[in-house]
């Protein structure tokens, strides 16, 4: 089992910056992915960011950025200039260890934070 925590999160003005941090615990693999995404109620979930254990990173959003001393089984997002669309439900995930068949699949994340809210006003 991994234990992923959360934090970060919140209220802000657009045009503002948010941390968000995920690290994750228990019983981790040298190889795995994890990522954060984020819902909208009503719509799907949808990948923000990927990282594998070898720190290649999949970054969907151009305002957001990862800090250069990403450590090892945690994920922080930096999130800049945010504007009210960011506005959605955030999870971390985790997937290890790694496998065949493409890098960081979606559909094999396995532990899921509980979620953490950012809330954009304009």
């Known amino acids: 089992q991994v234990q992923l925590v959360e934090s970060g999160g919140g209220s802000v003005q657009a045009g503002g910056s948010l941390r968000l941090s995920c690290s994750a615990s228990g019983r981790t693999y040298s190889s795995y992915c994890m990522g954060w995404f984020r819902q909208v109620p009503g719509k799907e979930r949808e990948a923000i960011v990927q990282i594998d254990n070898d720190g290649l990173v999949d970054l969907r959003e151009g305002r957001f950025t990862i800090p250069p001393d990403n450590a090892k089984n945690t994920l922080t997002l930096l999130m800049n200039n945010v504007t009210p669309e960011d506005t959605a439900k955030y999870y971390c995930?985790?997937?290890?260890?790694?496998?065949?068949?493409?890098?960081?699949?979606?559909?094999?994340?396995?532990?899921w934070g509980q979620g953490t809210q950012v809330t954009v006003s304009s």
């Open positions: 995930a985790y997937q290890g260890p790694r496998r065949s068949g493409g890098w960081c699949p979606i559909d094999r994340y396995s532990s």
